[in-house]
């Protein structure tokens, strides 16, 4: 865990980012969980996304980059107000066909500029291969990806092509609302559920 870690792990379990629910609900990938993260509710709250910012730029440094979205219904947001904070160029990439024509398209961007993917969650970063590709077909530099909350268990994510910084893994997550007292009674034994696919 990185230094931020432990404070932002804090905020994201007051705020009820995340949840460890009796009710189990269906994950993009099909998988049944009882765990859930979502970081929507928090970003619009004017304290944690500057919050969020302030741990990003952190990580930024003295970095040169442009700030590319992934297109998850946070990434543009996220995207948008960080590259307003540091004076970064945006690279955005529709990946569907919401709006018509645009499907695969890629906005922005400097040439040969190295691109940062910036999204809230990770789960299994397709639309994120997706973006990094397009990013790479229009000779955009190098691309990354920064994330706040890594939730790929640990086999997934040597065989992950693009590099990932994340801020927190869902494991430190959990194993932070175990030693918390976030997590308690019965909630306990599924958050150990998870935990044991996530070392999968």
Same mark, same amino acid.
């Given at each position: 865990?990185?230094?931020a ?23 993009k ?15 619009c ?10 741990v990003?730029g ?7 980059l442009?700030l ?12 948008g ?16 066909t919401?709006?018509?024509?645009l ?9 040969? !500029? $190295? +691109?940062?993917? =910036? ?6 970063g /397709?639309?994120? *291969? %997706?973006a990094?590709?397009?990013f790479a077909?229009q ?10 909350v ?8 040597a065989?992950?092509? !693009? $590099? +990932?910084?994340? =801020? ?6 959990? /194993?932070?609302? *175990? %030693? ?21």
């Amino acid at each position: 865990m990185t230094p931020a870690g432990p404070a932002l792990a804090e905020r994201l379990w007051q705020a009820g980012a995340v949840t460890v629910s009796a009710e189990p609900i269906t994950l993009k990938s099909g998988r049944v969980s009882h765990v859930y993260v979502s970081l929507r509710h928090f970003v619009c709250n004017p304290g944690n996304l500057k919050g969020l910012g302030d741990v990003f730029g952190t990580w930024l440094g003295e970095r040169r980059l442009a700030l590319g979205s992934v297109s998850s219904l946070l990434s543009p947001v996220l995207c948008g107000a960080f590259a307003a904070r540091f004076g970064l160029p945006l690279a955005l990439f529709r990946p569907d066909t919401a709006e018509k024509g645009l499907a695969g398209q890629v906005f922005g961007g400097e040439a040969g !500029l $190295p +691109v940062v993917l =910036l999204d809230d969650v990770l789960t299994s970063g /397709g639309t994120a *291969l %997706a973006a990094a590709r397009a990013f790479a077909g229009q000779g955009l530099g190098e691309v990354s990806l920064y994330v706040f909350v890594d939730k790929r268990p640990t086999g997934m994510r040597a065989a992950f092509t !693009l $590099p +990932v910084a994340g =801020l927190l893994t869902l494991t430190e997550l959990l /194993g932070h609302g *175990l %030693a918390a007292g976030h997590i308690t009674g019965p909630a306990v034994a599924w958050a150990e559920e998870e935990l044991a696919f996530l070392e999968g």
